[in-house]
């Protein structure tokens, strides 16, 4: 008789506490739709993206030597910072390294840029496209 209480009380505890690892499973799940921007998949960290520290290297690194200043291929110039914001405005700088249609595809010729790098550069635009 105590034995099968005893059961009884395992079962009902292990019950309980299996609810609650699957309840707090799910909480995870959600906290990623929450947060998609700062914590892309693939755990892309976006958290504190500035021009100067995440933007300026990606484009000088994928698209400067034909958008640097003095060289401006298609009259498209990427820097100083006051040449990307007419392109961040028109929607052309998102548009290009997305490349889903509706603009010229860039890099030109080359590789598309990573997902972590191009929201990385989608974080700073919705952060204000600030010099900094
Ligand atoms: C190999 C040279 C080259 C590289 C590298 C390059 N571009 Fe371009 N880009 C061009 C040329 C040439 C044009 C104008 C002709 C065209 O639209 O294809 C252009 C046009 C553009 C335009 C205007 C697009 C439109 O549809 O009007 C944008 C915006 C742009 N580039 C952004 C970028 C960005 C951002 C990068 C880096 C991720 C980049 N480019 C890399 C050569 C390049």
Do not use: R
């Not at 990606?58 to 698209?63: K, P």
């Not at 006051?82 to 390294?97: D, F, H, M, Q």
């Amino acid at each position: 008789m105590k034995s099968s209480v005893s059961l009884f009380s395992f079962l009902a505890i292990f019950i309980v506490a299996a609810s609650v690892v699957s309840t707090t499973g799910c909480s995870y799940d959600v906290e990623d739709e929450l947060f998609p921007v700062e914590m892309a998949p693939g755990g892309c960290d976006t958290t504190g993206i500035t021009y100067q520290g995440s933007v300026v290297p990606l484009l000088d690194e994928n698209c400067n030597t034909c958008h640097g200043a003095g060289i401006g291929l298609g009259n498209v110039f990427l820097e100083p910072y006051a040449e990307v914001i007419p392109y961040v405005t028109n929607g052309l700088l998102i548009c290009s390294i997305q490349q889903d249609g509706g603009c010229s595809p860039m890099p030109k010729n080359g590789p598309k840029l990573a997902d972590c790098e191009i929201a990385s550069i989608q974080k700073w635009i919705s952060d204000g496209a600030l010099d900094n």
